[in-house]
């Protein structure tokens, strides 16, 4: 059997910026995505603190260091810039790999800096 889990999440990511005319997608600093385990491409559900707002897109790669967490294109009408939102992400795991299963929380602070990474929840 196969059971859907969290695998990592942002907690608490400020929204940089939301362009409208954009293809689509959510810009998050390559650090962040290092530290959360989370890569280019993946898919990723979006749940904006402010507005209750959930939706789902992909991530698209930003500058390193500058700390962006950009919503883009249609995307960009659910949330305003300095909107909390947390970011996570799901795989799918064998009953097996569970005992050993710890999703990757990344904590961040006002300005998308790394807070605390916690991998044992």
Do not use: W
Not at 26 to 34: P, Q, R
Not at 66 to 89: P, S
């Amino acid at each position: 059997m196969t059971i859907e889990m969290l695998y990592s999440k942002i907690h608490r990511a400020t929204v940089t910026d939301a362009n409208l005319n954009y293809v689509g997608s959510i810009t998050i600093d390559e650090e962040l995505l290092e530290a959360s385990k989370m890569r280019v491409g993946q898919k990723v559900e979006i749940l904006n603190i402010n507005n209750g707002e959930r939706f789902s897109t992909y991530i698209i790669l930003g500058k390193r260091g500058q700390r962006d967490i950009c919503l883009n294109g249609a995307a960009a009408r659910k949330v305003h810039r300095g909107d909390k939102i947390i970011i996570v992400a799901y795989a799918t795991y064998e009953s097996s790999e569970l005992d050993a299963y710890k999703p990757c929380v990344v904590l961040v602070d006002e300005d998308n800096n790394i807070d605390k990474i916690l991998d044992n929840i």
